[in-house]
């Protein structure tokens, strides 16, 4: 009976080991899902935009959409998810020009026509060079930038804003950390050992000076409610959570309605600080 739990409990660790061994090769794939074909742009929905070919500092050719709106006060630095690449994010795209602001949306390395592979460091360059586009070429001074980032975008958003100056932040279905996802879909790992990657948006979010509006589905069949409202709570003042409903991708069409009046209420707000400002500054 002895040797036969030794041999049971061997087998058993062989195995764990080796579900660890593979979890920690694999992450890369997991997290970082490309598609390279992009099939359709902005002008499916009979929007103007300007295919962009931007740099980043360590010399990948990036693509991404810029969609101008008329006499725009803002316009939006789109982070997407991890998925597919921009032309998945025509919905968003759509909802952002009827609202009246422009928007720029990227892939990261490794997605669509972007050069490269995709890495933690990468994204997070990958942003900035979006960020420096807008602003040296475009000319859009930073408190006119709203910095968007949805799923692992709202962690690369988070860090960038942690670094630049903008108007705003707004994360979409954001999680507090790579680590902490992890361990919600793989609790019965060590995954603070095996984890390759950090994306920790609860550290990024505590050195933002900007207003931020955090927005999360209590029904997110992939990140917690909870991860948002963790979010919320380290954020800095002036700070809006938003509580939608639907899954983790489709939640802010579900909730169209509110989404709506969030981001209506929200621009509001960010006009009457501008304005606030100004006249402090002329008086």
Avoid at 69 to 89: D, S, Y
Avoid at 160 to 167: M, R, S
Wanted: glycine letters at 8%; hydrophobic letters at 40%; proline letters at 4%.
């Amino acid at each position: 009976m002895g040797s036969m739990l030794v041999s049971f409990f061997a087998v058993l660790f062989i195995a764990y080991w080796g579900l660890g061994t593979i979890l920690y090769f694999m992450q890369p794939t997991f997290l970082y899902c490309p598609m390279r074909e992009v099939s359709y742009t902005p002008e499916e929905l009979d929007l103007d935009f300007e295919d962009v070919v931007f740099q980043t500092d360590d010399g990948l050719r990036l693509n991404g959409w810029y969609i101008p709106a008329e006499n725009p006060q803002f316009t939006v630095l789109f982070c997407h998810g991890n998925g597919g690449n921009i032309m998945h994010r025509l919905d968003s795209i759509n909802f952002f020009h009827n609202l009246g602001l422009s928007c720029f949306v990227f892939d990261y390395r490794g997605y669509g026509n972007s050069e490269g592979k995709t890495t933690e460091e990468g994204t997070y360059l990958d942003a900035m060079a979006a960020y420096s586009w807008l602003t040296r070429v475009k000319k859009i001074p930073p408190d006119d930038i709203i910095i968007f980032g949805r799923s692992l975008g709202g962690s690369i958003a988070t860090h960038l804003a942690a670094k630049v100056e903008a108007g705003s932040l707004v994360i979409e279905s954001a999680f507090t950390s790579y680590v902490d996802i992890g361990k919600k879909f793989y609790p019965y790992m060590p995954v603070r050992w095996f984890a390759r990657f950090r994306y920790r948006t609860i550290d990024y979010v505590k050195d933002v000076r900007c207003p931020v509006m955090i927005i999360h589905s209590r029904s997110d069949d992939v990140v917690s409610f909870e991860f948002g409202l963790e979010l919320y709570e380290v954020a800095n003042e002036p700070k809006e959570f938003i509580e939608i409903f639907g899954s983790h991708n489709d939640g802010f069409l579900v909730s169209s309605e509110i989404y709506t009046k969030a981001w209506t209420k929200w621009l509001r707000y960010l006009r009457e600080a501008e304005s606030r400002a100004e006249r402090h500054l002329a008086s």
